[in-house]
């Protein structure tokens, strides 16, 4: 009877490691709150129910973020049901100032371990690093797919946006983790890396074969815009600062920029448009379009070797 256990059990988990480890991957720059957003009709409060569902709508599983208060964070969890998420803020590594969040899927994946450090010359405590303009910080965790055990780590960071050696040599620093941390495990990097898929520090975080970037390797991309959009609708680039690197062992089946955009009331012209072919039922009121966040999301389907 117990040698029937035992084979039973086998083959249990045999069938388990047997099973795809295939999920979304995600990072979304979630734009701070700020007064000046406010006042221009780009606040959080307009924008998070939109974000929110975004994240829903297209399935993030799990997903790095940038520039949220604890207060953004906290009202985005209770507005995504079976999401949580790891991370500290960059100024005193607790709750003052901006964080760069891990959200996640509580029914898909465990917490194994977690821990942030910061992107400077003393990684183990808030600091400016090198010639940064601003504190930045990179959440770190290993987690574990429920459905099949296999375990990955995920670094999620924010580089700065002034200080030319501080993201080359965060890049570096960004290695020299994923070394120590698990050089054997499946590796996903996410974050605003303030620059193009043409700067040195982009680079340094490709040249090795360490880490690609996921836009090189899908199978399928889409991507009719780059990532930053200054909430602007009608605004056009090839530049994409947001990225998604993972190990080459990972398996890129898809990748995308969403631009998805919502509409508010636009009282100084709120005339019906009647022009077009369609039936007279139908109207169309002239409202302002915008943008969830001053960056697009970056969404990646993947599956672990």
Request: charged share 25%.
């Amino acid at each position: 009877m117990k040698f029937k256990l035992l084979i039973i059990a086998l083959g249990m988990a045999a069938a388990s490691w047997a099973q795809d480890a295939t999920f979304n991957v995600a990072t979304y720059n979630l734009r701070q709150l700020n007064g000046g957003d406010t006042e221009a009709g780009n606040g959080w409060e307009r924008r998070e129910p939109v974000v929110a569902k975004l994240v829903q709508f297209h399935d993030f599983d799990i997903f790095g973020t940038q520039e949220g208060f604890k207060n953004q964070l906290e009202q985005l969890k209770r507005d995504l049901p079976g999401y949580d998420y790891i991370g500290v803020a960059r100024d005193d590594g607790k709750e003052a100032g901006e964080h760069s969040a891990i959200f996640y899927r509580t029914d898909l994946f465990d917490v194994v371990d977690h821990g942030d450090f910061w992107l400077s010359e003393t990684p183990d405590r808030p600091g400016l690093g090198w010639d940064a303009a601003c504190v930045r910080i990179c959440t770190w965790g290993r987690f574990r797919h429920k459905p099949t055990g296999k375990e990955f780590l995920f670094f999620n960071l924010h580089m700065d946006h002034v200080g030319t050696v501080a993201r080359t040599e965060s890049a570096k620093l960004i290695k020299k983790k994923i070394d120590a941390l698990g050089p054997e495990l499946p590796v996903f990097l996410t974050g605003d890396f303030n620059v193009d898929q043409t700067s040195d520090s982009y680079k340094t975080i490709t040249d090795g074969g360490v880490l690609t970037d996921a836009y090189e390797r899908a199978k399928l991309v889409y991507a009719t815009n780059g990532t930053f959009n200054n909430y602007r609708t009608n605004g056009f680039t090839t530049q994409r600062i947001d990225h998604v690197f993972t190990s080459p062992t990972v398996e890129v089946l898809k990748y995308g920029v969403l631009t998805d955009t919502y509409r508010t009331p636009n009282p100084a012209a709120e005339a019906a448009d009647t022009n077009g072919t369609a039936p007279d039922e139908v109207g169309i009121v002239i409202y302002t379009p915008r943008t969830p966040s001053d960056h697009f999301p970056v969404r990646t389907t993947v599956t672990l070797p």
